[in-house]
């Protein structure tokens, strides 16, 4: 990982742009190339850009397009680019498509400046960090498939795969506030090892595809 990483911000509120620009441009490890107010400025100033984003800090309530709908159509441009959503909402619709689409974290947006700079910093390092909220969302999803029925959950709420004890383990240390180096001291493990845990549990909140819901769907229907 060289320094400094070229960051995009995408964020249409300008006092909130204003303090990720003052903070996250300040710091060594960056270098903000395009910060721009919805997806549209985004791919139009794109080609002016001082160097190409390696890392894209978006927000999901933007003007036109939205964050999500942004994502395809940035990494069509972008394919190397990783996308960090920071939105105000946890709620499970929007995690489940943000990570559908291609993110490769998903944070709330009261996340302190010094944690967002790190959370960047994994990203760029192959991690997929993840705000307590949106951790708190994945324990009750998996809680609640343990008990009900599949035919009696909706799409969103249905796990691509079950997590393992340790993978819900380490959620439970996100969703307790813990660094990941706390967690990987508490389960004497590896923080490479908890990033990987990490991703396993984005990878298994995702559908894989529009055919594999709507054959779900057939076979719940038909069941």
Do not use: W
Not at 26 to 48: H, Y
Not at 175 to 193: C, M, N, P, Q, W
């Amino acid at each position: 990982m060289q320094f400094p990483l070229a960051l995009a911000i995408i964020e249409d509120q300008a006092a909130i742009r204003e303090t990720l620009h003052d903070y996250l441009c300040a710091q060594p490890e960056f270098r903000c190339v395009l910060i721009v107010d919805s997806v549209e400025a985004f791919l139009r100033e794109l080609p002016t850009a001082a160097a190409s984003p390696q890392l894209i800090l978006s927000d999901i309530g933007l003007p036109g397009l939205t964050g999500i709908e942004g994502i395809p159509l940035i990494q069509a441009r972008l394919p190397e680019a990783q996308v960090l959503m920071l939105s105000v909402y946890a709620d499970a619709e929007r995690v489940f498509e943000a990570l559908r689409a291609g993110a490769v974290g998903y944070l709330l947006k009261h996340t302190p400046l010094a944690q967002l700079k790190e959370h960047l910093l994994q990203v760029a390092a192959g991690g997929s960090p993840m705000s307590p909220g949106v951790a708190r969302f994945v324990v009750q999803a998996f809680q609640q498939q343990l008990v009900a029925p599949a035919a009696a959950l909706p799409l969103e709420k249905l796990l691509a795969e079950p997590l393992t004890a340790r993978e819900l383990e380490v959620v439970h240390g996100i969703e307790d506030g813990l660094s990941y180096k706390l967690i990987a001291e508490r389960h004497f493990v590896s923080i490479d090892t908890v990033r990987s845990h990490i991703r396993n549990v984005y990878r298994k909140l995702q559908v894989n595809s529009k055919a594999e819901l709507l054959a779900q769907t057939l076979k719940r229907q038909r069941g």
